[in-house]
């Protein structure tokens, strides 16, 4: 019979090309080391359970959050981080803390120095020795004529007799009382800082006590040498309105920055120093109960 189609008839070897060449892909068996349970892909020592991803090295409780490039660890299974905490770890772009700043007094309580001074409706905020930078001439003084007239004592001793060694003992004595003075002065010599004023106190046997309330203040700076940045002191220089006052400048107090931000916040803001402190107040006593 012809064929109907017109197309002329293929033989038996085109038939068997064709069906080779259509013939299915077989699917990809399990078995095998390129992809079956074999040392690539296994259970061995390269994607076990072994210490590459136990849960002793750092990925065990921890998952991938959607929407993050990596992985975050189980805030169940970390350290908890309160917020002040987080606050006093941001820095602006100059490396300066951006947390809250807290300038506390030295003492909650004035001493008996200064609680003379103060009247019964004025808050004490704090009082503060002058740096003991302040020292630093008077010990040297005494430090040098102690090697110096030690060594000249020795010398008359041995040269010149007794007469001579008893007066470089002498006025080795009157400089050592002199230290010892200055020592005492820089003692009781006070800054102190009220809601109303600021004060200076100082003297030992005549004493003096200079003030000027915060609402007269028109200006006020703090200075500081090369020295005062390193060793962390300064001079403050309070202006007031036009008025020769008894109370201009301010030397070798400690913490510059710290202090001015504290009389900067008393002048400005005294409701919310208020208000800190009452807070502070009150976690003290529950920290006692406690």
């Keep these: ?5 017109g197309e002329p008839p293929e033989d038996d070897a085109e038939r068997r090309r064709r069906d080779r060449d259509t013939e299915p892909i077989p699917p990809i068996r399990d078995e095998g080391p390129g992809f079956g349970s074999g040392p690539a892909y296994s259970d061995g020592p390269s994607y076990s359970d072994g210490p590459a991803y136990s849960d002793d090295i750092g990925y ?17 299974g970390g350290p908890e981080i309160s917020e002040e905490e987080l606050a006093g770890l941001r820095v602006d772009a100059s490396g300066m803390p951006l947390g809250p700043r807290r300038v506390l007094p030295l003492e909650d309580e004035p001493t008996p120095l200064v609680a003379r001074y103060l009247f019964p409706t004025e808050r004490y905020r ?10 630093a001439t008077p010990v040297l003084v005494g430090l040098l004529a102690t090697f110096v007239l030690g060594y000249l004592s020795g010398f008359l001793a041995v040269q010149a007799g ?10 080795w004595l009157a400089i050592m009382g002199w230290v010892a003075w200055r020592v005492a002065d820089w003692y009781f010599d006070r800054f102190i800082l009220t809601n109303k004023r600021v004060m200076v106190v100082n003297g030992i046997i005549t004493r003096q006590v200079a003030m000027m309330p915060l ?23 309070l202006e007031s309105a036009g008025q020769e006052q008894a109370l201009r400048e301010i030397k070798y107090l400690p913490n510059p920055n710290e202090l001015y931000l504290r009389v900067v916040e008393e002048m400005y803001e005294p409701q919310a120093v208020e208000a800190r402190l009452g807070k502070e107040a009150e ?7 406690a």
């Design 1 to 5: 019979m012809g064929n109907p189609s």
């Design 60 to 76: 065990a409780g921890e998952e991938r959050r959607a929407g993050t490039r990596g992985w975050v660890r189980d805030p169940d």
């Design 126 to 135: 704090g009082e503060w020795k002058r740096h003991k930078i302040y020292l």
């Design 162 to 171: 007794g007469g001579l060694t008893t007066v470089a003992v002498l006025i």
């Design 215 to 237: 609402l007269r203040v028109t200006d006020m700076k703090y200075e500081q040498s090369p020295l005062g940045r390193t060793l962390n002191y300064g001079t403050f220089v």
């Design 283 to 289: 976690e003290a006593k529950a920290d006692d109960g």
